[in-house]
């Protein structure tokens, strides 16, 4: 049978915020679940380390004012800024801005004066690189750092008698980690300094941790996409005349590298990141695969748990952990659990709730065909009918699977299909004809519509086919 779950989004984001302004640090650390795409569950957006310095929280200004690491701040009369347009001929300059820490500064501004600070003469904004550039008349001048909040008659940093030559680019870095502006701060700002170099190495540590988990993900998405392309691949590998049984036997082999291969990736990092709900329900789906049920169970269930101690739970991931207990459930023909579960994910994400509806009816199919057992079969049917009243376009064809499910169940069901004491002909079971025919109306070169004409046929029923869908399964 073909895959025949639809896709499913998550959304996640795992995201380490390192704040870095005036001196004061803050790490926060946020959630963001990314798609994950169901033929099993593949996840496509990964954790994102951080990227950028932003201010500082309101609560942590005090210890700014407390500690004014930048300590080249020199006191001059307060005198407006003056922004003129360089005039020809020009030189330019660009630079860097690194702070004490170590690491780039993205806001503030650089400027070029001409009497030892007391006024602007020029002013280039810094970019969310760190970077700054411009132009400017010939001369010498004091090129100035200043941080948003600087006052205009203080400066973060300086280096005077900076030439600009018309014609030539001169490059003016301000590494404020360099020897010389350390040794201007006092004891206890050093302490401070170290003390934020050591917050900031935890948290760039925590990045490469992140760094980690994002190739890990896309690794292990990689083989839960593989494992749906697996009959493709098979074919390719042995050849379009392989005998089926060869072919079968390959497309399991494939499968089986291709869960084991996630499963040990994600095993890997759950212990790096325990407390990530998305890395269990990626371990649970490989686990799945590998009918590792009681682990599998185990994942899902931590995905759970985690999710209703978030601060921020996320419905699509409690709904896709839902989801894969009731997969596990039906699959050892748990009926009642099965249900439960499907019905907690419909209940928990009902903008998905058609899909785990519809593929709790393919999973049911799926166990009828191995055991025959009449209660799967009316579950098969009962989780058909969920699915058809869930769906918000009775008319899509995407839900003509649907309709399949439910006439095939019941023709299947033990007594569904009687015979005409009189005329000696079948009877189909009521609503199994219905269902064939709106799956026609649906999918009229659907997967399935020959079967379904033959059906038709063979209970001298006429097949309509003025209905014209969109093609469909």
């Given at each position: ?28 650390l ?65 630079g ?5 820490v ?27 690189n ?10 010498t ?16 940093d ?17 590494d ?35 760094k ?67 890395l ?68 928990i ?66 007594g569904?299909v ?13 609503g ?11 999918a ?30």
């Amino acid at each position: 049978m073909r895959n025949l779950a639809s896709a499913l989004v998550l959304n996640s984001r795992l995201d380490l915020t390192l704040v870095l302004q005036m001196g004061t640090l803050r790490a926060g650390l946020f959630t963001r679940l990314g798609p994950f795409q169901r033929s099993d569950f593949q996840l496509k957006h990964f954790f994102e380390h951080a990227a950028t310095l932003v201010r500082a929280a309101l609560k942590e200004r005090n210890m700014k004012r407390t500690f004014p690491l930048w300590l080249g701040l020199l006191a001059f009369s307060l005198s407006p800024a003056l922004a003129q347009s360089p005039a020809a001929p020009t030189g330019k300059i660009h630079g860097h801005v690194t702070n004490p820490v170590g690491t780039t500064t993205t806001a503030g501004v650089v400027s070029l004066s001409n009497d030892d600070g007391h006024t602007d003469k020029y002013t280039f904004p810094l970019d969310s690189n760190g970077d700054y550039k411009g132009e400017a008349s010939p001369g010498t001048y004091m090129v100035i750092f200043r941080a948003p909040e600087t006052p205009k008659d203080k400066m973060v940093d300086s280096f005077p008698s900076v030439k600009i030559i018309a014609g030539q680019d001169i490059v003016q870095d301000f590494d404020m980690s360099r020897k010389e502006y350390i040794d201007k701060l006092d004891p206890e700002q050093k302490k401070q300094l170290e003390e934020l170099k050591t917050k900031n190495a935890a948290a760039m540590k925590a990045n490469e941790v992140i760094k980690t988990l994002n190739a890990d993900i896309k690794a292990a998405a990689q083989d839960l996409k593989d494992v749906d392309g697996a009959a493709d691949a098979a074919k390719q590998q042995l050849g379009a005349t392989a005998a089926k049984a060869d072919i079968d036997a390959k497309v399991a082999e494939i499968k089986a590298a291709k869960y084991a291969d996630a499963e040990t990736i994600m095993l890997k990092d759950t212990g790096l990141r325990p407390g990530e709900s998305v890395l269990w329900a990626q371990l649970g789906q490989a686990q799945k695969g590998l009918k590792k049920y009681d682990e599998a169970g185990a994942s899902f269930k931590k995905v759970l748990d985690l999710e209703a101690t978030s601060k921020k739970p996320n419905p699509q991931v409690q709904g896709a952990a839902n989801e894969g207990l009731g997969e596990i459930a039906a699959r050892q023909g748990k009926i009642d659990e099965a249900n439960a579960s499907y019905d907690a994910a419909a209940k928990i994400n009902p903008p998905q709730a058609t899909m785990y509806l519809k593929n709790e009816a393919v999973i049911f199919f799926q166990a009828a065909q191995t055991n025959g057992d009449p209660k799967i079969i009316a579950a098969q049917v009962a989780a058909a009918e969920k699915a058809i009243a869930s769906s918000t376009d009775p008319k899509s064809p995407n839900i003509a699977l649907l309709y399949y499910l439910k006439g095939q169940g019941l023709i299947s069901a033990p007594g569904g299909v009687t015979e005409d004491p009189k005329t000696h002909k079948l009877v189909p079971p009521p609503g199994a004809m219905e269902a064939f025919q709106t799956y026609l109306d649906l999918a009229p070169t659907g997967q399935f519509s020959t079967d379904v004409k033959g059906i038709l046929a063979g209970f001298n029923q006429s097949v309509d086919t003025s209905y014209k869908a969109k093609k469909g399964k």
